[in-house]
């Protein structure tokens, strides 16, 4: 995890307080259920309790470890520390460690989830501000980065917002898939615990029981996890690759929100550089790289072996951290980005009106022009554009064989921006619904 | 794609000729919805119908291709062959390349879903008929390699069931998302065609429209389709690796069909090596190493650029085939798998009883003993078994300290196999339902 | 392997053919070495070289294999077809399939590096051509996508170049690294077979003995070779994204040769895409697909398992074919890329003399102005020219803080170009040597 | 940065204080040079030098970067707050911020490879020792998990020690590689610095010049380097996967050292599992996760983005302190491996004397009999063994037919351990050479 790309939020579900007392509602909630099974006495269930408002001891945890080589357990006798050693000793009964591991970081992974989801909803709500904001603004669209025919600014936020939307709806499915709880033993076969204290357990804190256990939850959940902040990384890349392009120099359709005190480059003080949307990319990078070692993780040997574990003790938090972050950061990017719409149209009439062609091209076909020789004429009034900068539609006009099919209403027509524009309204619909 | 696993029915989505066939159709019902709108005459619309029964001349488009340098251009002029280049001129009229292209590759990628899901479904039916037959089949689970607790092979099979299932959840919500189509023209404003248009097509290819598209389909849609086959493919390498693992000649508890006139190695004829889970191992990596590059496509120039093209070239044939092939080859395994239940008891009771330390240490527990206390009385008799080869129970019963606090009878019944398979029936009644 | 992106000499090496060959060639020098030593008669050894000119039948091979189940025994079989069961009778002896395989593998991998390299040369001969041709063409270099500094586009080439030349030598490192094979029998002891006859075969096949192999060569080493492609294949996204760069529509510093027939767009001619690059960024994404496979393969269970042969066969073809073509199709892109001189000064000049304003900040501080006050004399000078469009030295020459530093010459002197291509003699002669 | 997984000698590498202290050194040689060379007062150049021996405070420059953005002004802020604003207006002349920073991530980079050749050097020191020692310690050879031919667990050893000793030539082109330095400016033209200030820093601080720079020095080094370390970590899976092999409780041939105070398992005290070599599986995958977003890296915008740089404050320190964690980690595993010679010749007698049968087929086809008859005649009586648990030996004296061909005596010999290890010798002369 790297500091500077962190928050603190997302931070706190990874640390090693959040992670002991969710071990301790796990403990404290199983033997609330063995109690009521009659497995243990009411009363040692209930002690349990007693440090419910317990602040535990990270560093003492840390030094009953380095002892015992064992976490739940340096955990648990520090339990007894608080509880009483006769109170703590039905704890953690007929549970194997994994119970309590798994189910935690399940649940961190479900307050992760939680977190993303509404740095996602921060992001849509940006997104559609911006789209509505600049539904009508047109620029130019562009395939291979090279012209193609007019769009609007509106529409490129709309396309973002309806991406992120899916991938809300991934990470919802991938938040339902992660809020698993096990409590099943050793290998998974409930010999020493009721399948009742997992129910509970699950119950309480907001779980469902996985159906089938070994010692472990199976790691196809959290692959699904993982490849799915992946895709979300990867379209947060799409987005600032967008916003790359149109704020370097020779395009310059917009910028990152440039503040006062900021230097830029330590020699160039005109430069204002992307490098939120350049380090977004980056940050892109590596969420993603947490994808095949998450993969990797799935074929574990028999009822498990712990060679996930070091693996999800880096992408756990790395990878959440840094996508709650870069949510993050986007969202403010998206909403502060300064936009120039005199650039877009000045962008869209670099070469003068060849941008219609398609319009032409398909006119022709339509006035009764072969498809071939509609081409070549289009053909050959953009090849003037192109060499000598004339301008189309002049060129059009002054073509015989043009005129011969089109008129001149016909011709200035196909150069009229609003064509183009003319089912806007009917993609927002699509993507922000009718209201 | 390698053609040894490859299996016809996947191979022919990807061949050219279904491709040609599909951008027919997609042409033939945009000229439908055309005509219906009055932007092209009916008769037009109806003569492309002339071609209902052709099978395109692959060889014919290709040389055509060789000169215009373009696949679309290329059908569209070998479509004029068939019906008239009279007829055929409004075909394609507003429309661009990739309507045809994106559309298709999504029509593609649902048959394969298709395929797919038939596979799993395949797999889930052995999956479960195995776990019926061996749900009482006793061996040992094993944690870290080294044995814990009893289980069953029936729950082996079982959670390899619950885990395709889940896969199964997945590629459906992966074939839904993928499930789209788009006619939008060349940056997706529907300039030059009608958003009707692409609703009709949509509706009689199966396709839901795409709300919101460029000159392309948004990759994050096929990021998430290819990520789902690299989580199956990782639950594939998951089931592979405990199959290998029964078969290694130390454990022997399984192993893989032998036919009659299968020589196994070219020099040592006992062997009989898990060579089909071997190569499932390595398909699931292929398979996997399409995920990263489908991540990387998402992040595409403005409206579009082609990076993504050559990608899918290779990714989605080769994914699905090698996918589909996988599927069918673990289900055979898993349907001909030779079981030996003998063996499991053998290797569970090589060390004489010690996989039941986990329930004489619970027992000592209940029994008033303190954890450290339990602990060290159950070390130090397993530690004759482990060094000396002495058994455990035997010893138990034996020494003093543990027969003051567990009568014979207790520590008898600790020996009891059947209290480890006795919640086998809620496991499988979560897995399979109740019926 | 995508066969739009193969080329028939790299194809060459994969096809059945080949191996069947390179098979026959281990067997017979194998059979020599053991006559040599006494093993074999010598006329069982020299009757196998009867085959020498003979072309295996790759169906008939198939056809054997049906029925053996195993590939190796079948070419045997195949061979003793066409030497005679008698002859044949000591080939392959004390030999393990893996020795054949394993070696040939290495061997095809060896030549796939070797026209790997050739491309490379080619590559870098484009490159350094088009480098010393621009060597004084002036553009202007980019920080973040932003104008920084004059740079000239034969600098461009040179980096590529030096890239490139570094990437040759790492597959010269790649390929010795693969050069080895290994006739050591079932687990790599030589039991069966004396370590002479590797040391026959290897020497005869241009290999060297693998010093120590299990019954296969060690995976690390494939490792490596894959990895080192990922890296080539990574460059050449460098390349093509710079051009991809360069011939966006607001750039337009360079195009990717546009042939006669080519027709761009279905709907729009004047548009010329940089599709070569754009496919070349793809398919570095495929080459670089073969990285992790490769990686997962190293880890084999105990003297072997067969997992990484499904993953070779279809990285080893696929990654060597995709990357010959993409080497290929650079080399001719690079070639023939159009370059505008006049595009890259007219951009260089669009904010009319800003991107000097690092000599000028240096200016003023060694003329004794402070740090601090240098970077505020340029910025507020350099706010007019990007807001209000002014000429950056009119400003400065009118800027009495300025003037009172630096004297007119001196500012004028900080808008020459030459000042910027000083050393990039000094750069060639680093790059290119002297001579 | 998993803190658990780090050691504190290559934590220190990447601790803000290091940086700023290359920063230092960088800087002040740099002015040197300047000094050398005219280009600033040799007063102020000595004047930086005064700073020598201070701990920059790390604290301060990032509340003056919270102010300024900028990390590298921030430091040379903090920097003349020692040394005097006055002073200090030299420093930096000239240089670009990448300058400083790159040329210190290669610094830190080269430092990081030095340790982890001294890891590799300690790992090959104890596989060289342990290789020894069991030299001749036989043990069956397994391919694909089954028992093949014996070999000896001293080859074992030696196959790792070649293998790490290919990474540990891996691993010093990589650092040669990346030994590199750029002072080249705002697009590596020089324009304001003289190359020979570049030089003397390079030399200076033990790298080579960067032939050829932009603002940055090229990622393909970068890419190169994070490359090796996958393999290096590929091949620590493939050690740690054959360990965890060899403890399983089938097999037992081998376990990891087990401290007295460790306790294993919460429930399970008899359990010795091999954790140290699943967490290097793990770490493994860890380390590998880095390799494909250096690939990524390589690809930047014209002169520079700052895409890499998120990317690489990620995998920089976490992949170097991960692997030279995993290298101690393995060497001490290795070199405290509990090895059963006697449970190595339990598993190799296991089917009493199949493992012979290569040999024996062997054998007859050298006394003439077909390799069909051969084959038969083996399966024949192996079968017998695999389904009735007969001796392999006996079956085969019994056999008339086998014994047509083979005499008593030559069918004992067959049996022989010996011959499987007469050729150790040899293959350690190769690998640890001779003296």
Known sequence: MIPRYARPDMVAIWEPATKFRIWYEIEAHACDAMADLGVIPRANADAVWKAKDVEFDVARIDEIEAVTKHDVIAFLTHLAEHIGSEDARFVHQGMTSSDVLDTTLNIQLVRAADILLADLDGLLAALKRRAMEHKDTVRIGRSHGIHAEPTTMGLTFARFYAEMDRNRNRLETARYEIATGAISGAVGTFANIDPRVEEHVCEKLGLRPEPISTQVIPRDRHAM???????????????????RHMQRTEVLEAEEFFSAGQKGSSAMPHKRNPVLTENLTGLARLVRSSVTPALENVALWHERDISHSSVERGIAP???????FALARLTGVVDKLVIYPETMLANLHKFRGLVMSQRVLLALTQAGTSREDAYRLVQRNAMKVWEEGKDFREELLADEEVRAALSEDEINEKFDLGYHTKHVDTIFARVFGTD
Chains 1, 2, 3, 4 share one sequence.
């Open 225 to 243: 996890f993982f490849a799915t902040l992946g895709v979300i990384a990867s379209s947060i890349e799409n987005i600032a690759t967008e916003i």
């Open 318 to 324: 790395d990878a959440t951290i840094h996508l709650d």
